[in-house]
C-alpha cells in the first residue's frame, strides 16, 4: 500500500478513526468557514459586500416554508448519490460514476413509469424504484466486474461510464422516448399515479426525502451492523488482510460497485418521479460529483453525508437568491465547494499530525507529572533519611 | 452521390477532424507527461476551461490572439500549481482533487466572466487564429486542404508530438520523468527529486491544457461560453489511456476521437443511420475496452496515482 492510500485509509477507515474526535467535527467546520472566507475576498474584487452576499445565501433558506423544501428537495438525491460513493470508498473503491448510474436509474425511471404510469401508485412506483435499482446497479457493475476481472480502475472506467450515460439518455430523449409532440427532445410526462407524493403541501418536497432518510440508516446498518459490511469493510481497509482471513475480495468489490451503484440510481428515481416526472437532456447536472462532495464533507459516514448534503443544498438554493438579491453570480458556489472539498480533505491529511502532536503534549505532560511526583516522593525519603 | 462530391465531403471531414483533435491533442500531451510522473491529472478539464477562459480574456485587452494564448498558458499553469500543491505537497487524493479542480474552473471562469463582461446576450467577439496556408504545401490536391491548411496553433500541437517524444525518451529530463512514474523509490536514491519533477510535469500539463482549452476558444468557436469544454478534458484523459502513455499512441487516439466527433457532426445534419450520440461515446467505450488488455496490453506508469512521501 502506497503512503497516499494509507494516510487517506487512516484518516476515513481505520476502526479507530471512527471514534469520536474533536476532529471529526472540527475539520469540516472549519473547511466551510474558510471556504467562505476565501469566497468573500472574490465577493470583494467585484465589489460586493460579503456579508450582505452570505446574509442571502444562508438566511433566504429560512424565510418561508417553500424555500426551505427547496434545500431539502436540493439535498435528496445528493444524499443519495453521497451515500453511493460512501459505499464503494468504505470498500476501498472509488465510484466516480454515480452521475452515471444516476442517469441509469433516471432512465429505467421514466420508461417504466412511462410503460406503467395508469397502474395503482403503490404498484407503478414500486416498479420505478426496482428498476432505478437495477439499472444504477448494473451501471455499477460493469466497472466492478472489470475492476474484478481485468483490474481496469474503477475510477477510469466510472468516469468514462458517466459519459457513456449522458449519450445514452440525449439518444434516448432525441429518438424513441421523445415527447409525442417532438418539439423538445424530452420525453412525455409518466402517467400521474407513479408521481411520488408531496410531504408538505404547495412545496416540492416529496417522499424521495424519506427514502433517502431510510436508506442512510439501512447503509449504516449494513456497514457496521452486519458481518456483509465487516467484510466490505475489511477489503477496503486492508485488502491483503482480508484476503488472508478468507474474504473473496472480487466478489466483495463487484457487490460494492452493484450496491453504490443501484443506490445513486435511487437518486435517478427521486429525480424523476418526484421532481420532473419526465425526462429531459441535461436534467440534474452534476448530482453524482456533489454527492461525492457530501461523502468527503461528511467523513464518509451515512449521517455526516446526509448533513452534508442538506448544506449543499442550502448553498446552492441560497446561490439563486444571492444572485437575485446582490446580483453575485449564483456560479460563486461552486468556487466554494471546490474549496470545501480541498480544504476538508487537506485537514484530514493534517489530522494524524494534529493528533500525534496532541498525544505527544499529553504523554510529555504525563511524563513530566510523573517525574514530579516521583521528586517529590524522593525528596520525602531523602527527608526522611535527613531526620 | 458523384465522386466530386464524395471527395469534397471527406476533405471537409477530413479538415475538421483534424482541428477537433487538437485541443484533445494539447491537453492529452500534458496529461501524459503528468501521468508518467506519476501524478493523475483528471483536472484537464477545469484547466481546459479555465485556457478557454483566459484565452479569451487575454486576446480582448490585449488584443493579440497570440498574448491571448500565452495568457491561457498562464493560467493553466496557475491553476496546475494549485493542483500540484494539494496532490504533491499536501498529498490528497489526486482523483478527487482532480474533480475539486473541474469545480473549481467552472465557477471560477463563470464568476469573472460576468464580473468582467457582466451579463450578456451577444458573445465577446476577440481577435482569434484564422487559417495559415503553408506556402506550396497548400496548394497539394487533398492533403493540402487536410493538412496545410489550418491555424498556426494546429501545426503547433502536431509538431509537438514528435518533440515529446524527443523529451520523454531522449533526453535525461525524460529519463527522470519515466524513472518518477515508474519507482519513486529508486529515483529518489539516485538524487532525483521526485516531488519536484513531479511538481513540474503537472504545470507542464496545466501549460498545455491550457493551450489546448485557448484553441477551443480562440481557434474554433472564437467565444468564450461557460462549460464550453463539454468532456474535451475527459476524453483527453482518455486519450492518454488509449494512447497507452506516449505521444505516438496518443497522436493516433486524438485523430480517432477527432475523426468521431466530425462524423458525429455531419450525422447530426445529415441524419443518416448511426444516431450521433453513439459516435460521442465511442471514446469513452474505445477506452473501457482499451483498459481491460483484451487488445493488447495498457500499462501504466506503476507508481501512477500514488503521492511519494520519504
Same mark, same amino acid.
Given at each position: 500500500?502506497?503512503?497516499?492510500?494509507?494516510?487517506?485509509?487512516?484518516?476515513?477507515?481505520?476502526?479507530?478513526?471512527?471514534?469520536?474526535?474533536?476532529?471529526?467535527?472540527?475539520?469540516?467546520?472549519?473547511? /466551510?468557514? +474558510?471556504?467562505?472566507? +476565501?469566497?468573500?475576498? +472574490?465577493?470583494?474584487?467585484?465589489?460586493?459586500?460579503?456579508?450582505?452576499?452570505?446574509?442571502?445565501?444562508?438566511?433566504?433558506?429560512?424565510?418561508?416554508?417553500?424555500?426551505?423544501?427547496?434545500?431539502? $428537495?436540493?439535498?435528496?438525491?445528493?444524499?443519495?448519490?453521497?451515500?453511493?460513493?460512501?459505499? &464503494?470508498?468504505?470498500?476501498?473503491?472509488?465510484? #466516480?460514476?454515480?452521475?452515471?448510474?444516476?442517469?441509469?436509474?433516471?432512465?429505467?425511471?421514466?420508461?417504466?413509469?412511462?410503460?406503467?404510469?395508469?397502474?395503482?401508485?403503490?404498484?407503478?412506483?414500486?416498479?420505478?424504484?426496482?428498476?432505478?435499482?437495477?439499472?444504477?446497479?448494473?451501471?455499477?457493475? #460493469?466497472?466492478?466486474?472489470?475492476?474484478?476481472?481485468?483490474?481496469?480502475?474503477?475510477?477510469?472506467?466510472?468516469?468514462?461510464?458517466?459519459?457513456? &450515460? $449522458?449519450?445514452?439518455?440525449?439518444?434516448?430523449?432525441?429518438?424513441?422516448?421523445?415527447?409525442?409532440?417532438?418539439?423538445?427532445?424530452?420525453?412525455?410526462?409518466?402517467?400521474?399515479?407513479?408521481?411520488?407524493?408531496?410531504?408538505?403541501?404547495?412545496?416540492?418536497?416529496?417522499?424521495?426525502?424519506?427514502? &433517502?432518510?431510510?436508506?442512510?440508516?439501512? $447503509?449504516?446498518? /449494513?456497514?457496521?451492523?452486519?458481518?456483509?459490511?465487516?467484510?466490505?469493510?475489511?477489503?477496503?481497509?486492508?485488502?491483503?488482510?482480508?484476503?488472508?482471513?478468507?474474504?473473496?475480495?472480487?466478489?466483495?468489490?463487484?457487490?460494492?460497485?452493484?450496491?453504490?451503484?443501484?443506490?445513486?440510481?435511487?437518486?435517478?428515481?427521486?429525480?424523476?418521479?418526484?421532481?420532473?416526472?419526465?425526462?429531459?437532456?441535461?436534467?440534474?447536472?452534476? /448530482?453524482?460529483?456533489?454527492?461525492?462532495?457530501?461523502?468527503?464533507?461528511?467523513?464518509?459516514?451515512?449521517?455526516?453525508?446526509?448533513?452534508?448534503?442538506?448544506?449543499?443544498?442550502?448553498?446552492?438554493?441560497?446561490?439563486? &437568491?444571492?444572485?437575485?438579491?446582490?446580483?453575485?453570480?449564483?456560479?460563486?458556489?461552486?468556487?466554494?465547494?471546490?474549496?470545501?472539498?480541498?480544504?476538508?480533505?487537506?485537514?484530514?491529511?493534517?489530522?494524524?499530525?494534529?493528533?500525534?502532536?496532541?498525544? $505527544?503534549?499529553?504523554?510529555?505532560?504525563?511524563?513530566?507529572?510523573?517525574?514530579?511526583?516521583?521528586?517529590?516522593?524522593?525528596?520525602?525519603?531523602?527527608?526522611?533519611?535527613?531526620? | 452521390?458523384?465522386?466530386?462530391?464524395?471527395?469534397?465531403?471527406?476533405?471537409?471531414?477530413?479538415?475538421?477532424?483534424?482541428?477537433?483533435?487538437?485541443?484533445?491533442?494539447?491537453?492529452?500531451?500534458?496529461?501524459?507527461?503528468?501521468?508518467?510522473?506519476?501524478?493523475?491529472?483528471?483536472?484537464?478539464?477545469?484547466?481546459?476551461?479555465?485556457?478557454?477562459?483566459?484565452?479569451?480574456?487575454?486576446?480582448?485587452?490585449?488584443?493579440?490572439?497570440?498574448?491571448?494564448?500565452?495568457?491561457?498558458?498562464?493560467?493553466?499553469?496557475?491553476?496546475?500549481?494549485?493542483?500540484?500543491?494539494?496532490?504533491? %505537497?499536501?498529498?490528497?487524493? =489526486?482523483?478527487?482533487?482532480?474533480?475539486?479542480?473541474?469545480?473549481?474552473?467552472?465557477?471560477?471562469?463563470?464568476?469573472?466572466?460576468?464580473?468582467?463582461?457582466?451579463?450578456?446576450? @451577444?458573445?465577446?467577439?476577440?481577435?482569434?487564429?484564422?487559417?495559415?496556408?503553408?506556402?506550396?504545401?497548400?496548394?497539394?490536391?487533398?492533403?493540402?486542404?487536410?493538412?496545410?491548411?489550418?491555424?498556426?496553433?494546429?501545426?503547433?500541437?502536431?509538431?509537438?508530438?514528435?518533440?515529446?517524444?524527443?523529451?520523454?525518451? %531522449?533526453?535525461?529530463?525524460?529519463?527522470?520523468?519515466?524513472?518518477?512514474?515508474?519507482?519513486?523509490?529508486?529515483?529518489?536514491?539516485?538524487?532525483?527529486?521526485? !516531488?519536484?519533477?513531479?511538481?513540474?510535469?503537472?504545470?507542464?500539463?496545466?501549460?498545455?491544457?491550457?493551450?489546448?482549452?485557448?484553441?477551443?476558444?480562440?481557434?474554433?468557436?472564437?467565444?468564450?461560453?461557460? !462549460?464550453?469544454?463539454?468532456?474535451?478534458?475527459?476524453?483527453?484523459?482518455?486519450?492518454?489511456?488509449?494512447?497507452?502513455?506516449?505521444?505516438?499512441?496518443?497522436?493516433?487516439?486524438?485523430?480517432?476521437?477527432?475523426?468521431?466527433?466530425?462524423?458525429?457532426?455531419?450525422? =447530426?445534419?445529415?441524419?443518416?443511420?448511426?444516431?450521433?450520440?453513439?459516435?460521442?461515446?465511442?471514446?469513452?467505450?474505445? @477506452?473501457?475496452?482499451?483498459? @481491460?488488455?483484451?487488445?493488447?496490453?495498457?500499462?501504466?506508469? %506503476?507508481?501512477?496515482?500514488?503521492?511519494?512521501? %520519504?
Amino acid at each position: 500500500m502506497s503512503a497516499l492510500d494509507k494516510r487517506i485509509k487512516d484518516a476515513f477507515l481505520k476502526p479507530g478513526a471512527r471514534r469520536w474526535s474533536v476532529y471529526s467535527l472540527l475539520v469540516p467546520i472549519v473547511s /466551510v468557514l +474558510l471556504a467562505l472566507v +476565501l469566497g468573500s475576498v +472574490l465577493l470583494l474584487f467585484i465589489g460586493i459586500n460579503p456579508l450582505e452576499a452570505y446574509w442571502y445565501l444562508i438566511f433566504s433558506n429560512f424565510s418561508n416554508t417553500y424555500n426551505v423544501a427547496e434545500v431539502l $428537495v436540493k439535498a435528496t438525491p445528493i444524499a443519495l448519490t453521497g451515500l453511493a460513493f460512501t459505499f &464503494a470508498f468504505r470498500t476501498g473503491l472509488f465510484n #466516480i460514476g454515480g452521475e452515471g448510474q444516476m442517469f441509469a436509474g433516471a432512465m429505467a425511471a421514466v420508461f417504466v413509469g412511462l410503460k406503467t404510469g395508469h397502474l395503482p401508485p403503490f404498484v407503478t412506483i414500486g416498479l420505478c424504484l426496482a428498476a432505478a435499482i437495477v439499472a444504477g446497479g448494473i451501471w455499477g457493475f #460493469i466497472p466492478g466486474v472489470l475492476k474484478g476481472v481485468f483490474g481496469s480502475s474503477e475510477i477510469i472506467v466510472t468516469i468514462m461510464f458517466n459519459y457513456v &450515460a $449522458v449519450y445514452l439518455l440525449s439518444f434516448l430523449v432525441d429518438k424513441p422516448l421523445r415527447e409525442a409532440a417532438g418539439f423538445y427532445p424530452q420525453t412525455d410526462m409518466i402517467g400521474e399515479n407513479a408521481f411520488l407524493p408531496f410531504l408538505i403541501q404547495n412545496t416540492r418536497l416529496h417522499i424521495g426525502l424519506v427514502v &433517502a432518510i431510510i436508506l442512510s440508516i439501512l $447503509v449504516y446498518v /449494513v456497514l457496521w451492523k452486519t458481518p456483509l459490511g465487516f467484510r466490505l469493510r475489511a477489503v477496503g481497509y486492508n485488502p491483503d488482510g482480508a484476503e488472508y482471513a478468507g474474504i473473496n475480495i472480487r466478489r466483495n468489490m463487484i457487490l460494492a460497485m452493484v450496491i453504490s451503484g443501484a443506490l445513486a440510481g435511487v437518486a435517478g428515481f427521486t429525480e424523476i418521479n418526484g421532481i420532473h416526472h419526465r425526462m429531459m437532456d441535461n436534467f440534474s447536472r452534476n /448530482v453524482g460529483f456533489d454527492g461525492i462532495a457530501a461523502s468527503l464533507l461528511g467523513g464518509a459516514t451515512p449521517g455526516g453525508v446526509f448533513v452534508s448534503s442538506i448544506l449543499l443544498g442550502m448553498l446552492q438554493t441560497g446561490a439563486s &437568491a444571492m444572485q437575485r438579491g446582490v446580483g453575485v453570480p449564483a456560479n460563486i458556489v461552486s468556487i466554494i465547494q471546490a474549496l470545501i472539498i480541498i480544504l476538508v480533505l487537506a485537514g484530514n491529511m493534517m489530522r494524524p499530525k494534529l493528533e500525534m502532536r496532541l498525544k $505527544v503534549k499529553r504523554q510529555e505532560r504525563e511524563e513530566r507529572e510523573e517525574r514530579e511526583a516521583r521528586k517529590e516522593s524522593q525528596g520525602h525519603q531523602e527527608g526522611g533519611i535527613d531526620a | 452521390m458523384n465522386d466530386i462530391m464524395n471527395a469534397a465531403f471527406i476533405v471537409a471531414l477530413l479538415s475538421a477532424a483534424l482541428r477537433l483533435s487538437v485541443p484533445i491533442l494539447f491537453a492529452a500531451l500534458g496529461g501524459m507527461f503528468s501521468e508518467r510522473s506519476g501524478v493523475v491529472n483528471i483536472g484537464l478539464e477545469g484547466i481546459m476551461l479555465t485556457g478557454a477562459f483566459a484565452g479569451v480574456v487575454g486576446s480582448y485587452f490585449t488584443g493579440s490572439q497570440w498574448l491571448g494564448a500565452l495568457v491561457a498558458m498562464l493560467s493553466g499553469i496557475a491553476l496546475a500549481a494549485l493542483f500540484a500543491l494539494i496532490t504533491v %505537497k499536501v498529498q490528497i487524493n =489526486q482523483i478527487v482533487s482532480g474533480i475539486a479542480i473541474n469545480l473549481l474552473a467552472v465557477g471560477l471562469t463563470s464568476f469573472f466572466f460576468r464580473a468582467l463582461f457582466g451579463i450578456t446576450t @451577444t458573445p465577446i467577439t476577440v481577435n482569434a487564429f484564422s487559417p495559415v496556408s503553408l506556402p506550396g504545401l497548400s496548394t497539394l490536391p487533398f492533403v493540402g486542404e487536410v493538412l496545410f491548411s489550418q491555424t498556426a496553433l494546429v501545426y503547433i500541437a502536431f509538431l509537438l508530438v514528435p518533440v515529446s517524444w524527443f523529451i520523454l525518451y %531522449k533526453t535525461s529530463w525524460g529519463l527522470s520523468i519515466r524513472t518518477v512514474g515508474e519507482h519513486p523509490t529508486a529515483a529518489d536514491t539516485v538524487g532525483i527529486p521526485v !516531488n519536484r519533477v513531479r511538481t513540474l510535469c503537472v504545470l507542464a500539463s496545466g501549460a498545455l491544457a491550457g493551450l489546448g482549452g485557448a484553441f477551443l476558444s480562440l481557434g474554433q468557436f472564437n467565444m468564450f461560453v461557460d !462549460n464550453m469544454i463539454s468532456g474535451r478534458g475527459f476524453i483527453a484523459v482518455a486519450a492518454v489511456i488509449f494512447g497507452r502513455w506516449n505521444p505516438k499512441g496518443i497522436l493516433i487516439a486524438s485523430l480517432i476521437f477527432g475523426v468521431a466527433d466530425a462524423l458525429q457532426i455531419r450525422l =447530426q445534419t445529415a441524419g443518416i443511420g448511426i444516431p450521433y450520440q453513439f459516435l460521442l461515446m465511442f471514446p469513452y467505450l474505445l @477506452t473501457v475496452v482499451a483498459l @481491460t488488455g483484451i487488445v493488447g496490453k495498457t500499462v501504466a506508469p %506503476k507508481a501512477l496515482g500514488k503521492a511519494y512521501a %520519504k
